[in-house]
């Protein structure tokens, strides 16, 4: 099973990911990952800690000559805000956060709980879905995330092949595919800020190439549209993912839903081994494993939860109303939120990659692959 750990505190000395079962003989670029770490660390909205850090990875084991070796990889990326031993508690926990939760759940000090809830953890699962997207593009998949709505602003993807979106998402100030609204977008990010508040949106990720069947329908905990979504809802501010058409399914009868099949014997060499839909409302996902078309994945993000202008609070030593605390935040971190989905996505889709083609080495993974695409074309 191709896994993932992190450890690290938001103002510790360094952020940790250990990744387990990642095939041997594949040739990493530590580059790639810094590309993912920089867009982490971009998007219009980010705040002050950004230009504190500078995210590089040091991969520290499991690499040789630059290649997999197939033992356990170890990454860490270092924070230069380390100074988690002079800080102080907090004693009026912030609305939004696990401030009150985490201090009642351990009996301790909120700073112990915030450190480790922060989105700075998210560091490491960038890191670690760079790599993973290293090993889906030597079987041809490609993941592209991506804003498609910013306090409440829709922000729709426009019609082109994936490299077309890639070079509209880097022309945008705010990772969208629609660059002529950055403006209207950066004068919204920039009231909320003089307001003292902050904003949410959406964020869609897509997922070409991907085979048949890499996920399952035979166990609930198998099923690779249930693990995406827990993936995904595991990062921090996500409340709500969506497959496909998601909730709008529920809403139009199933003649506008279901996407009917056809066949192409000009596309049986690709990924449909020429079945090929006219809609893709199913997100590339039936019954719990990939059919063929582009998974399409969004996540929902609410807006941060520290506020410059902080919200009521209670302080913990007197039980008396006072505002919330406040730590330096942003003001919009949605951009940075596609590029955390996408990632993590990115290792979901590769974990189910692993499990269907094996994960000792990539040689062997390929010629499996090979194999299977030859039987199935003949299905």
């Not at 500078?54 to 860490?76: K, Y």
């Not at 009868?253 to 990924?271: E, T």
């Not at 996505?345 to 090979?370: H, I, P, Q, T």
Request: charged letters at 25%; aromatic letters at 6%.
């Amino acid at each position: 099973m191709l896994r993932y750990w992190t450890a690290g505190e938001s103002h510790g000395k360094a952020m940790l990911a250990i990744i387990d079962g990642f095939p041997a003989g594949l040739e990493i670029d530590a580059g790639l990952i810094d590309d993912e770490l920089r867009r982490r660390q971009g998007g219009y909205g980010r705040g002050g800690r950004q230009r504190i850090e500078t995210d590089r990875v040091e991969i520290l084991s499991g690499i040789w000559r630059n290649t997999t070796l197939g033992s356990p990889i170890a990454l860490q990326v270092v924070n230069r805000d380390f100074k988690l031993e002079r800080m102080e508690d907090l004693d009026r926990p912030r609305p939004g956060h696990g401030d009150l939760t985490g201090a009642i759940k351990f009996l301790g000090p909120i700073r112990a709980v915030l450190e480790r809830a922060s989105a700075r953890e998210t560091t490491m699962r960038v890191a670690a879905g760079a790599l993973a997207r290293q090993l889906l593009v030597a079987f041809g998949i490609r993941a592209i995330g991506y804003v498609v709505e910013l306090g409440g602003v829709p922000l729709a993807p426009q019609s082109g092949t994936l490299d077309d979106h890639l070079r509209l998402r880097e022309q945008s100030i705010v990772y969208s595919l629609d660059p002529s609204r950055d403006d209207e977008i950066k004068r919204m990010i920039d009231d909320a800020r003089k307001q003292g508040d902050t904003l949410g949106g959406i964020v869609e990720v897509r997922v070409e190439g991907l085979p048949f069947g890499l996920g399952t329908h035979a166990q609930w905990d198998r099923k690779l549209d249930g693990r995406l979504a827990q993936a995904v809802m595991a990062v921090q501010a996500i409340k709500g993912v969506e497959i496909g058409l998601g909730f709008e399914a529920a809403r139009r009868p199933g003649s506008q839903v279901h996407d009917p099949i056809q066949y192409d014997p000009a596309q049986q060499n690709g990924p449909t081994l020429g079945y090929v839909r006219p809609t893709n409302n199913a997100g590339g996902l039936e019954a719990g494993m990939t059919n063929g078309q582009p998974l399409v994945v969004r996540a929902a993000m609410k807006p941060i939860s520290t506020l410059a202008k902080p919200l009521e609070s209670i302080n913990l030593s007197t039980k008396e109303p006072e505002s919330a605390a406040y730590e330096r935040s942003d003001v919009c971190a949605v951009s940075a939120a596609s590029v955390i989905v996408e990632n993590v996505v990115a290792f979901e889709v590769a974990r189910a990659l692993v499990e269907k083609f094996g994960n000792d080495s990539v040689l062997e993974m390929k010629a499996r692959w090979d194999l299977f695409s030859e039987m199935a074309r003949k299905r």
